[in-house]
C-alpha cells in the first residue's frame, strides 16, 4: 500500500498492510542525523521508509512588511508579515522567542484586517504547479492547511494580551478568530476550485498545556467553536475529514468535538496528561488518534520499546490510529535510535 492507501483506511476505521507512521523532526534532529551518516539531500522519510505527508497552505495575514533585524551564526532576528519579531536559534530544537507584536489591541487589529482581503497572489501556485502531479503519483496523503484559531491568533497577538482578552474583550477575540478562519476557507476553496484538491483539513489549534486546558469550555463554545464547526462542515462539505492538531491537556474538548463530527486529533500530548488508550477505549470508533508517543522517551531506547509494546497494538485495533510522537522529534534521538523506534512502528503496527 502506499500512503494515501494506509490513510484512507485509517479514517475508513479499517486496517491496512499497517499503520501509517510519520513525524517532524526538529531542524537540529536533522542536523544531528546527518553527522551521523545520513546524506544530504535525502528526505528522511525515503531513508527511513515512512509515509509521505504534503501540505497545501495559503497566506492569509495582513503582509506587512517582511525584514532581517539581526543575524548572527547562532540565531536570527526577523520580523515576520504578521508584524511579529522573532529570535530563532539555528541549531538547537526550540520554539522562536517572541520579542514584539504589531498587532496588540482592537485597533491595531483593524488594521490588519483591512489588509486581510482574498486575493490569488495569498496561494503559491507555482509551488502547486511544481510538486502536486508528483504527489499524487507517489501517493502522497494531501493535506489542506487553514491558519486560524486561538494558537494561530497567540502566534501574531502576545500570549498574555491574549489571554486577558478573552475575559475582558471577547468580541474582538472572536473577530480574530473568525476572519482569519473564513479568509483561510475562501483561499482553499480558490485552490480546490483550481484542480488541487487534498485529502483532509488539517489546522494548527494549541488549547491547552500540562493537564490543564488555556481556557473553560464555557469559554471555547462562546468564541472559538463556532469556527472550528465551520472548518469541519467545509471539509466535510468537500468529501473529506477535518483533524485537529491540539497540543496541551484538551481531553474536557473532546466530547465537544467528537460531537461537532471532527475526524482525527493529533498530538494527544501524553507529558501534559493525555491518555491515547483511554481515548482509543471511549472513542475509537468515531475518532482516528494521531500520536499519543511520548516524546520525551525517545532518547532512552528500553523505556520507549516498553511503552510502544503497551500502547501501540490497543490503538491499531479496528484501524483509526497513526503512529508519530506527541511533539516534534527531539534532537536527543539518534539517527540509529530513530531508526529502531519506526522499525518497532512498523512490526508493532501491522495488520498481517
Aim: hydrophobic residues 40%.
Amino acid at each position: 500500500m502506499n500512503s494515501h492507501e494506509r490513510f484512507s483506511r485509517m479514517f475508513a476505521h479499517k486496517e491496512a498492510d499497517r499503520i501509517p507512521i510519520i513525524d517532524d523532526p526538529w531542524g537540529a534532529t536533522i542536523e544531528r542525523w546527518k553527522s551521523e551518516g545520513m546524506p544530504d539531500g535525502v528526505d528522511f522519510r525515503d531513508f527511513f521508509d515512512l509515509d509521505h505527508v504534503a501540505g497545501i497552505g495559503i497566506d492569509n495575514g495582513p503582509q506587512y512588511p517582511v525584514a532581517v533585524l539581526e543575524e548572527t551564526g547562532e540565531y536570527i532576528i526577523r520580523r515576520d508579515s504578521w508584524g511579529v519579531t522573532t529570535k530563532n536559534w539555528k541549531h538547537a530544537a526550540s520554539v522562536p522567542q517572541y520579542l514584539d507584536f504589531t498587532i496588540r489591541d482592537p485597533d491595531s487589529w483593524r488594521d490588519a484586517k483591512d489588509r486581510m482581503a482574498p486575493a490569488d497572489n495569498r496561494i503559491n501556485w507555482e509551488h502547486l504547479k511544481r510538486n502536486y502531479p508528483s504527489w499524487r503519483e507517489k501517493g502522497t496523503w494531501i493535506l489542506g492547511h487553514p491558519w486560524f484559531g486561538f494558537d494561530a491568533t497567540h502566534a501574531f497577538v502576545d500570549m498574555t494580551d491574549l489571554l486577558m482578552a478573552l475575559h475582558e474583550q471577547p468580541d474582538w477575540c472572536k473577530e480574530m478568530f473568525d476572519h482569519a478562519c473564513d479568509l483561510s476557507l475562501e483561499l482553499l476553496g480558490r485552490v480546490w476550485d483550481a484542480g488541487y484538491t487534498f485529502d483532509c483539513l488539517f489546522w494548527w489549534d494549541d488549547m491547552g498545556y500540562k493537564h490543564n486546558p488555556f481556557f473553560s469550555l464555557k469559554t471555547y463554545r462562546s468564541l472559538l467553536k463556532p469556527s472550528h464547526q465551520r472548518a469541519i462542515d467545509w471539509a466535510h462539505a468537500h468529501g473529506i475529514p477535518a483533524e485537529l492538531h491540539s497540543c496541551g491537556f484538551v481531553r474536557q474538548f473532546v466530547p465537544e468535538l467528537v460531537d461537532m463530527g471532527l475526524d482525527a486529533l493529533n498530538p494527544i500530548e501524553v507529558k501534559a496528561g493525555m491518555d491515547s488508550t483511554e481515548l482509543k477505549s471511549n472513542f475509537g470508533d468515531q475518532l482516528v488518534l494521531h500520536g499519543g508517543i511520548n516524546a520525551v522517551l525517545w532518547g532512552d531506547l528500553p523505556a520507549i520499546e516498553q511503552e510502544m509494546t503497551r500502547v501501540v497494538p490497543l490503538l491499531k485495533q479496528n484501524g483509526g490510529y497513526i503512529f508519530s510522537s506527541d511533539h516534534s522529534v527531539p534532537s536527543s534521538v539518534s539517527l540509529e535510535g530513530f531508526r529502531f523506534i519506526t522499525d518497532l512502528a512498523k512490526r508493532l503496527g501491522s495488520y498481517s
